[in-house]
């Protein structure tokens, strides 16, 4: 088992441009997440799936996109970079038990 | 709404010295308690967890004990390793519809030799 993978690692984008993160596991998990990481603030909710074809908005969802279709991969887009999007983004899945396994994480640089 | 609060750090500890990280949290409903772990450069690893009152999580000599009277899951090593220098992550977790967790805001441990 892979676990929780991330692609990709680090990128750097201007403002205005667009990229999609891909994540994907293999446990066949069905709740998938996507967060970012900021210093001091912890980890704070984007959108999340509870299952194939479903998306819903979580804490700071705004200047953000998902998809999921297919259940083993969650993809967060963004239209147009802004700074402030300047993060780490981490991607996990869930078990019934609530148990959360996390992606590497990618570190993405807004300039 | 459903929140975890746990102390700010850095906490800086000499080895074999004893950790406490304080977490309290607030929930409207029955939720599952967790301490994640994160070291330099990785995404976050589930610690250990406590599923009901007076549960005690326990891994790695890392304990917890799930306080519903005092809402609190206090993190404790009796005997702390440099190996441990890492961030640790409070949380909560309330099946609504879809497990939602929610994150403290993390405490940074450095461990000195």
């Known amino acids: 088992n892979a676990g929780v993978t991330q692609t990709p690692k680090f990128r750097v984008l201007k403002t205005g441009q667009s990229m999609t993160l891909l994540c994907a596991q293999d446990?066949?998990?069905?709740?998938m997440y996507w967060y970012r990481q900021d210093p001091g603030m912890g980890l704070r909710l984007i959108h999340y799936?509870?299952?194939?074809?479903?998306?819903a908005k979580g804490e700071v969802p705004d200047g953000y996109n998902v998809s999921r279709l297919k259940k083993q991969n969650f993809l967060l887009g963004l239209e147009s970079a802004a700074p402030s999007q300047t993060s780490v983004y981490f991607c996990?899945?869930?078990?019934?038990?609530?148990?959360?396994?996390f992606g590497p994480g990618t570190r993405l640089t807004v300039t | 709404g459903d929140s975890v609060t746990q102390m700010e750090g850095p906490v800086t500890l000499s080895e074999e010295a004893c950790l406490t990280i304080n977490c309290t949290y607030t929930a409207t409903g029955y939720p599952s308690l967790f301490w994640y772990v994160q070291y330099p450069g990785e995404g976050l690893q589930l610690l250990l967890k406590?599923?009901?009152?007076?549960d005690k999580g326990s891994n790695k000599g890392f304990e917890a004990t799930y306080r519903k009277e005092t809402t609190s899951f206090h993190l404790e090593k009796g005997s702390v390793q440099v190996s441990d220098s890492a961030v640790y992550f409070c949380?909560?977790?309330?099946?609504?519809?879809?497990?939602?967790?929610?994150f403290g805001a993390g405490t940074r441990l450095f461990v000195k030799a």
């Open positions: 446990m066949n998990h069905e709740y």
């Open positions: 949380a909560l977790s309330v099946n609504t519809g879809g497990f939602k967790t929610i």
């Open positions: 799936s509870v299952g194939e074809g479903t998306t």
């Open positions: 406590a599923t009901k009152a007076d």
């Open positions: 996990a899945s869930t078990t019934r038990g609530g148990k959360q396994y």
